[in-house]
């Protein structure tokens, strides 16, 4: 199955709902809390997903401060 976010208009709901009683065998529908809750979830939790895959690690507080001392010592030396 494939999910699909669908916008009408109000007054084309009637039409809607006889389309979904010739197909009710092949459509589910439901509400979905995550987008009453908000409605860019999915968006979201995509790119929660893609900072999460990307190569930037979280760094532990000494790693930070290692790489903040480096950069320091390296550009007073200049």
Same mark, same amino acid.
């Given at each position: 199955m494939q999910t699909l976010t669908i916008q009408f %208009? *109000? *007054? &084309?709901?009637?039409?809607? @709902? %006889? &389309? @979904?009683?010739t197909a009710k065998d092949n459509i589910v529908i439901k509400k979905d809390k995550n987008l009453e809750l /908000?409605? $860019? &979830? $999915?968006?979201?939790?995509? /790119? =929660?997903?893609? @900072? =999460?895959? *990307? *190569?930037?690690q979280m760094r532990t507080h000494d790693e930070l401060w290692a790489k903040v001392h %480096?950069? =320091?010592e390296k550009t007073h030396s200049q």
């Open positions: %208009k *109000d *007054d &084309f709901m009637s039409e809607v @709902i %006889k &389309f @979904i009683e /908000d409605p $860019y &979830f $999915y968006e979201r939790q995509k /790119d =929660l997903q893609k @900072i =999460l895959n *990307d *190569d930037n %480096k950069h =320091l």
